[in-house]
């Protein structure tokens, strides 16, 4: 248990609305990453910090922005929230200490656009 | 890019059954990571390894870096095991999925 937690848990929004996914680890990680998951593909990488202030996009970054200004949290917001960006989101952890990394996920948000 | 290739995509079993689940990548990487997501959706590490071989219970995993692929072994296949398992090559800091593979042990 690397200690994340995500919240909410479930979200039912409508299309046009901002909305903000909060993940949170008590182990002070320096990596976190925010992935969507759905039917027929892998997880994939929306967006992942490397430290406070700093984050880079991934490959789904396009309607989705990131801030983290403090180790323990890094948020995920949908500026206007559209049909396509239902899915589940998970927040996951890399441990750097030791080679290679190894990576722990949260509990996952669902989130409906509707 | 790093495709990564995972077969079977879909894998039915008896309880007690031997099986195997294949993960194939494109690119060099550091390490290999499996994962298991329960149908309640959690996802949970179940090894990292850069070389050779890992067991864990019933669980083992290789890998052959110069060949670019992996394998997830479990032996005496419980109904429990029911679940999606998940490769992620690692290169970096950055992690590439598969699509999984959802497996189904029957009693």
């Known amino acids: 248990d690397a200690g994340i937690t995500q919240s909410p848990r479930h979200k039912v929004t409508e299309t046009g609305t901002p909305v903000t996914l909060r993940c949170h680890q008590t182990e002070n990680h320096r990596y976190m990453y925010w992935y969507r998951q759905d039917p027929g593909h892998g997880l994939r990488l929306i967006h992942y910090s490397y430290g406070v202030k700093d984050t880079d996009k991934g490959e789904v970054s396009d309607g989705y922005s990131v801030s983290r200004s403090k180790t323990e949290d890094f948020l995920l917001t949908l500026e206007s929230a559209t049909s396509s960006q239902t899915s589940v989101y998970f927040c996951?952890?890399?441990?750097?200490?030791?080679?290679?990394?190894?990576?722990?996920f949260g509990p996952g948000t669902r989130l409906t656009v509707t | 890019k790093n495709e990564v290739e995972q077969s079977p995509q879909n894998l039915t079993a008896q309880e007690g059954e031997f099986i195997t689940i294949n993960c194939s990548y494109s690119v060099g990487i550091s390490a290999l990571h499996w994962l298991q997501q329960h149908p309640g959706g959690g996802i949970v590490s179940l090894f990292m390894l850069s070389s050779g071989k890992k067991k864990h219970g019933r669980l083992i995993a290789t890998i052959n870096i110069q060949e670019k692929h992996s394998s997830l072994h479990i032996t005496a296949s419980h109904p429990r095991d029911s679940a999606v398992y998940i490769c992620a090559p690692v290169v970096g800091n950055q992690f590439y999925f598969g699509t999984g593979t959802s497996l189904t042990v029957i009693p």
């Open positions: 996951a952890i890399s441990t750097t200490s030791g080679t290679p990394y190894e990576q722990y």
